[in-house]
C-alpha cells in the first residue's frame, strides 16, 4: 500500500504563487514516479506534471514555464511550484503515485486526498 498526502492550497490572487507538497509513505519502492493531477469543477481530471525517481520531468502544455515540480527523496516528497497562477488553475490538485517511461507517465491507484487551490481574478 501506497499513502500520500497533499498540502499547501489555498486562495491567492492571480499572479500569485503556491507551493504543494506530497508526502509519499508505505510501498514507496512499488512506483517510480509521482505525477500532480488537478481537477476543475465539471471537467476531467488531467495530468499538470510529473518527476521520475531519476527527476525526469513532463509538463502539461498549460503550465510550462510557470509550474515546476521538484522531489526530495531524503524526505519522499514531491513539491509542485506554482508560479504566475492565473483563474483558470483553480482546481482541486491530487497526487498520485505511477511510472514514468520514455517521457510518458502512467497512474497507479494510489491518490492522495487532494488539496484545492483558488486562484481570484
Known amino acids: 500500500q501506497v499513502q500520500l498526502v497533499e498540502s499547501g492550497g489555498g486562495l491567492v490572487q492571480a499572479g500569485g504563487s503556491l507551493r504543494l507538497s506530497c508526502a509519499a509513505s508505505?510501498?514507496?519502492?512499488?512506483?517510480?514516479?509521482i505525477g500532480w493531477y488537478r481537477q476543475a469543477p465539471g471537467k476531467q481530471r488531467e495530468l499538470v506534471a510529473a518527476?521520475?525517481?531519476?527527476?525526469?520531468?513532463i509538463y502539461a502544455d498549460s503550465v510550462k514555464g510557470r509550474f515546476t515540480v521538484s522531489r526530495d527523496n531524503a524526505k519522499n516528497t514531491v513539491y509542485l511550484q506554482m508560479n504566475s497562477l492565473k483563474p483558470e488553475d483553480t482546481a482541486v490538485y491530487y497526487c498520485?503515485?505511477?511510472?514514468?517511461?520514455?517521457?510518458?507517465?502512467?497512474?497507479?491507484?494510489?491518490w492522495g486526498q487532494g488539496t484545492q487551490v483558488t486562484v481570484s481574478s
Open positions: 498520485n503515485a505511477g511510472k514514468y517511461y520514455s517521457g510518458s507517465y502512467s497512474q497507479y491507484g494510489y
Open positions: 508505505g510501498s514507496i519502492f512499488s512506483f517510480n514516479a
Open positions: 518527476i521520475s525517481s531519476g527527476r525526469s520531468t
